[in-house]
């Protein structure tokens, strides 16, 4: 049996969830002895009985492992483990890492900077416009938009990020089942262009212990975690303590004093959480994207446009005009301005009174 397999038939097993599985690691050492260990090594360990062991010792008649491979095959579906170099670092110092993660789509090591955006299901339209504009606009800066696919803000905060760049669906539910239904085609798209991510089995239905379960990921990956529009009883609020436990930095944005709907965001900058009125609010705390390598050479950046690398070549430490970078890139004045806005957005220009602009040092 591979270390992948075994791992797979731990997550299969009832009651034996990631921190279980950590523990009994920390004994002995790979899944493959734990499947093989004995009953009395079981249960002298904390918190294993009786009950623990003969799981564990006869987990072949519990669970149909086979079957889930079959199903992970055919769904063409990638399973990761810790001990996997695509698994995300910022997971494997979580209380409870996730045993495994199916990933429909593929990670990058770009995914490893990620901002989870959550809130409301029940949004407003003023909600929905902000996280999707601050969504694309982190996205664009070259960080990953990390949501949970559900209604209303999650579903925002996908789409305005796949307009600018790489998004992770963490769903409360196995990839065969997903929900809600109504974003499959969604779905569909972030796999394209990013990656859609359960720990659950495949067909495994979600439940009220499954989105808790989910959310600990999506704080837990994240740098961050932005709570767009949430009232005082949300399930956001819960993700957000999450990720304060797990020593993230949470970010919310006020919205009117009189709506419910913006509460749960007043009660977290009331506590602490940084209060966003732009994507700057967030991307100031990931400074400037390295521009020069560590031996002093400078670094191509892959992300950037034919148009951005035009502009970006001609700035410097000097200031110059709008009008003098027109004429410079041969450009129409539209174009400049918006390519330049981008710039601005991922930290390399800076721009300054009377619309000069100046690379950031």
């Known amino acids: 049996m591979t270390t992948r397999e075994a791992y797979i038939a731990l997550n299969l097993l009832p009651k034996i969830g990631p921190v279980r599985v950590r523990k009994l690691l920390d004994r002995f050492e790979s899944p493959q002895s734990i499947l093989s260990a004995k009953r009395d090594q ?9 009950e623990m062991a003969d799981l564990l010792v006869h987990w072949e008649d519990r669970i149909d492992l086979q079957r889930e491979l079959d199903l992970i095959r055919d769904a063409k579906v990638d399973v990761i483990t810790p001990e996997c170099e695509d698994y995300p670092p910022s997971l494997r110092e979580i209380y409870d890492p996730p045993s495994v993660l199916y990933v429909w789509g593929k990670l990058t090591k770009a995914d490893r900077r990620g901002i989870g955006v959550v809130g409301s299901r029940r949004a407003t339209h003023y909600g929905l416009q902000t996280a999707k504009k ?21 579903t925002a905060a996908h789409e305005g990020a796949l307009a600018g760049g790489r998004t992770v669906a963490v769903l409360g539910s196995g990839l065969g089942k997903l929900y809600p239904p109504e974003n499959q085609v969604l779905a569909e798209k972030i796999a394209r262009q990013g990656a859609v991510v359960s720990e659950f089995p495949i067909l495994y239905l979600p439940d009220k212990q499954s989105f808790p379960l989910r959310n600990r990921i999506v704080s837990g990956w994240s740098s961050g975690v932005l709570v767009v529009e949430a009232p005082q009883r949300s399930g956001s609020l819960i993700t957000a303590n999450q990720a304060a436990e797990q020593g993230r930095t949470v970010y919310a944005v006020p919205g009117p ?21 732009g994507v700057e609010d967030i991307l100031e705390d990931f400074g400037q994207l390295e521009l020069i390598t560590e031996d002093g050479k400078e670094e191509t950046l892959p992300d950037l446009t034919k148009e951005e690398s035009t502009l970006f070549a001609l700035l410097s430490g000097t200031e110059v005009g709008i009008e003098d970078l027109i004429r410079q890139a041969c450009l129409p004045s539209q174009v400049v301005a918006t390519t330049l806005m981008r710039l601005e957005m991922k930290r390399l220009v800076k721009q300054l009174p009377g619309k000069h602009f100046v690379r950031r040092s």
């Open 42 to 50: 079981i249960m002298a360990l904390d918190g294993f009985g009786q």
């Open 134 to 154: 601050l969504s694309y606009q982190i996205a664009r800066a070259g960080l990953t938009v990390i949501s949970g696919l559900a209604r209303g803000i999650d």
């Open 257 to 277: 004093i009189d709506r419910p709907t913006s509460q749960g965001c007043h009660r977290l900058i009331q506590e602490g959480a940084k209060l966003v009125m």
